[in-house]
């Protein structure tokens, strides 16, 4: 997955987060929760491309 759609992933997420918390629906609240995870944990993985990138991030 790439950046840009991680990072959709991570909007959406909590764009259903926050309507399920408006809503009153704890179901759309958690899977908002869950999807913006996803994709946060997508944009933190490394790129193929440069896989020293973790590396450089901690020194």
Do not use: C, F, W, Y
Not at 26 to 38: I, S
Request: no cysteine; proline share 3%.
């Amino acid at each position: 997955m790439g950046k840009t759609k991680a990072l959709q992933q991570r909007i959406v997420g909590k764009t259903r987060q926050a309507v399920g918390e408006i809503i009153g629906d704890q179901d759309l609240h958690d899977a908002g929760k869950a999807e913006a995870e996803r994709g946060r944990d997508e944009q933190d993985r490394p790129s193929k491309l440069n896989p020293l990138k973790k590396l450089k991030q901690l020194t």
